[in-house]
């Protein structure tokens, strides 16, 4: 089975920096895209940032200048640097990977890590 694991999730003071970590383990395809959304109670879930296994990204328009998505390939791992937080930030931020195989796509999902900044 693929697992992904979220950390560093926390509560931070608005203005402050987090930065996220997933890893993922299992049997994946290695032309892949992992990103991270997020989802506020009572909000719709919304892509924050993505990268694909070549490096394109693409992000929120509500976070551009201030979260910078990586990855590193060998390690399955990618990283959301979230700077200048904002209380607006505040969500649990989910991990997600997909893939795509002949006939079907695969997706994956982490438990999520709360993200909290405080006005």
């Known amino acids: 089975q693929v697992q992904l694991v979220e950390s560093g999730g926390g509560l931070v003071q608005s203005g402050g920096s987090l930065r996220l970590s997933c890893a993922a383990s299992?049997?994946?395809?290695?032309?892949?895209?992992m990103g991270w959304y997020r989802q506020a109670p009572g909000k719709q879930r919304e892509l924050v940032a993505g990268i694909t296994s070549g490096g394109s990204t693409n992000y929120a328009d509500s976070v551009k200048g201030r979260f910078t998505i990586s990855r590193d390939n060998a390690k399955n791992t990618v990283y959301l640097q979230m700077n200048s937080l904002k209380p607006e930030d505040t969500a649990v931020y989910y991990c997600?990977?997909?893939?795509?195989?002949?006939?079907?796509?695969?997706?994956?999902w982490g438990q999520g890590t709360q993200v909290t900044v405080s006005s």
């Open positions: 299992g049997m994946i395809f290695r032309i892949n895209t």
């Open positions: 997600g990977l997909k893939f795509n195989l002949p006939g079907k796509e695969y997706n994956y």
